[in-house]
């Protein structure tokens, strides 16, 4: 797809996406690490497990290749992720019944504990970037963040 030409002719910097996109993804880590220590999951919950803790509170005992596809992310990204997480508690690690080379990853007590107030927080989270959107915007916004997604990706690869 062809941009618009006065679309390639702004200047990069201050006013250019990708400034507003790093700058969005900085405060809304800050504001992640600040929501979590803030609450008394900061001594298991560390930024960066959550989409992979929400797959598994969607659905749990997935293998890490299930995992890697729902993510989006590679395989080598989810062991790291995953031998992260282990470290906290929140999951293990156990033999596929059908499967013997693949493992498939489960939550533990612990974090079946900690889903509630876990699911809590980054409900409140979404209500914060949502706060200034109309339900219209927001599917925009959120379709307009898939594509541009989709597209960043298709460059990578």
């Known amino acids: 797809m062809d941009l618009p030409t006065d679309t390639l002719s702004q200047k990069v910097g201050p006013e250019s996406v990708g400034f507003y996109l790093s700058r969005a993804t900085i405060v809304f880590r800050e504001l992640l690490k600040q929501s979590l220590a803030e609450s008394s999951l900061s001594e298991h919950i560390k930024p960066g497990m959550g989409n992979l803790m929400f797959a598994l509170y969607e659905e749990d005992s997935l293998s890490k290749t299930e995992l890697a596809q729902k993510l989006l992310l590679s395989k080598m990204t989810i062991t790291r992720l995953v031998r992260d997480i282990e470290k906290q508690g929140l999951v293990k690690t156990v033999a596929d019944e059908n499967d013997g ?40 916004f959120r379709n307009h963040l898939k594509t541009l997604l989709a597209s960043l990706e298709k460059e990578t690869h």
């Open 101 to 140: 080379r693949a493992t498939r990853v489960v939550l533990t007590p612990l974090a079946k504990r900690l889903e509630p107030e876990y699911q809590q927080l980054a409900h409140n989270l979404e209500k914060r970037i949502a706060s200034r959107f109309t339900s219209k915007q927001l599917s925009d």
